[in-house]
Structure formats: structure tokens, C-alpha cells
């Protein structure tokens, strides 16, 4: 094992961690990738195993055809979906999936959650898109190569940038996010998650509440992720 799968796979691990910390999964509703410098390997989580008897040595190891190089276990039966993301996002580095509550519930919904305030545009450059639903054919076919397709989809036919806005809504499934690495995939997860809570609650005081002004999104959302940003420290 090299040095980059060995440290993959405790930055994966410990990511995975993270969901069930951040009350983000219930029993084993979740999984977390990512992927080497060469964009040869991805290292999950393995396919059904409780986070509490997981540990970094059962992450599993597939090449980007999902072929396993090394793991005792099945990889998440999402990896087919994770694979998309890797082939077309070029950016991404590592994807998270959930079930969480509100941002499922959105996704239930197959609503996009759309941008309220600055909270969101810290984050995500405008509304978090919901896909279509799959056709019976393409979940017959190949459910979750068909999954990563539709949502690439979405943000082809949208014109949506992947790295402007890292999360998406799989329509009656469930919340993707992803990010430069593991680790900065599961926060935007438990962003995504706060942002869901919030615009449902918008709704619910006033169902006709408009977007945020395009100013103001502007303003938040480039000034910690713009050429000139100069929110945090450097």
C-alpha cells in the first residue's frame, strides 16, 4: 500500500466519521469517498458497515472503473454514483452522501432549496438544484450509474458551476455534496443541512419570501470564494 492510499484512508475514514458526529446519518444511512492526486484510486466506505465497528482497514480501495483493488468488504453500493462525480467534476475530491433530514426531505419534495439569505450565500452561488426523477428504464438499467448521470445532467442543462454550488438534491432519494477533498465534501454536507432546516423554515412563515437580492448574494458568496476574496485569514 503507498503512502497516498494509506493516508487516503484514514482522511476517508476519519470523514466518515464525521456524519453520524454531526447527526448527519441514522445506523449506516451515509458514505463518504475520495481520490488521489492521479485520479487512479477512490477510497469508501464499505457497503452497509456501522460506523461504530468501522475501522480506517475495512475502507475500501477501487480503481475509477470501480473494480476493487483492496478492501475485504463490498464497497457502498453508492460508489457507482460517486464514480460520476469524479468523471465529470474535475475539481471534486472527495463526495459525500446522506440521508439527512431536512435536506432529504427537500429532495423528497423535489424541490430545489432555494437561496433565502447570507448564511447560504457563503456557500452555494444560488439555489441547491433538485434533479428529475429517473425513468423506470434507467433505474431498471443501472440505478445508481443513473443517479451520478441525472445529476450531472442538472448541472449541464442548468448551466450550474459544480464548484460554485457543491450540493444537489437526487430526486425521492436524497442529498450529494461534494468538495476539493473528504473532509471539505462533509462540511459542505452539514452545511447543506443547516441551509435546508433554514429556507424550509422561510417557507413556512412566508411561502412567498423572494430570493435573496442578487447584491448581496454576490457580495458573501465572492467575497470568501472570489479572485479578491478576503474573508478569514490567509
Not at 72 to 91: G, I, N
Request: charged share 25%; proline share 5%.
Amino acid at each position: 500500500m503507498s503512502d497516498e492510499i494509506k493516508a487516503l484512508k484514514e482522511r476517508v475514514y476519519a470523514a466518515n466519521l464525521e456524519l453520524p458526529r454531526r447527526g448527519l446519518v441514522t445506523y449506516t444511512w451515509g458514505n463518504v469517498s475520495g481520490i488521489t492526486e492521479k485520479r487512479d484510486r477512490i477510497v469508501i466506505k464499505p457497503s452497509g458497515v456501522s460506523y461504530e465497528d468501522m475501522s480506517v482497514d475495512d475502507m475500501v480501495v477501487v480503481d475509477i472503473d470501480g473494480r476493487t483493488i483492496e478492501g475485504a468488504y463490498r464497497p457502498s453500493s453508492d460508489l457507482a454514483t460517486h464514480l460520476e462525480f469524479y468523471k465529470s467534476f474535475p475539481t471534486c475530491g472527495g463526495v459525500v452522501h446522506t440521508h439527512s433530514r431536512m435536506a432529504t426531505s427537500w429532495a423528497q419534495s423535489e424541490l430545489d432549496i432555494p437561496a433565502f439569505g447570507t448564511t447560504h450565500a457563503d456557500y452555494f452561488y444560488g439555489d441547491v438544484p433538485c434533479t428529475r426523477r429517473l425513468t423506470r428504464d434507467e433505474i431498471e438499467s443501472a440505478y445508481e450509474v443513473n443517479t451520478g448521470k441525472v445529476i450531472v445532467e442538472t448541472f449541464t442543462q442548468r448551466g450550474i458551476d459544480p464548484v460554485s454550488i457543491p450540493g444537489v438534491l437526487a430526486a425521492c432519494h436524497g442529498p450529494f455534496t461534494w468538495g476539493k477533498d473528504a473532509e471539505e465534501a462533509v462540511h459542505n454536507s452539514v452545511v447543506l443541512e443547516e441551509l435546508a432546516a433554514m429556507a424550509f423554515n422561510v417557507m413556512v412563515l412566508d411561502p412567498d419570501h423572494p430570493s435573496i437580492p442578487s447584491a448581496i448574494l454576490d457580495k458573501h458568496y465572492l467575497r470568501k470564494h472570489g479572485k479578491n476574496a478576503y474573508y478569514g485569514q490567509d
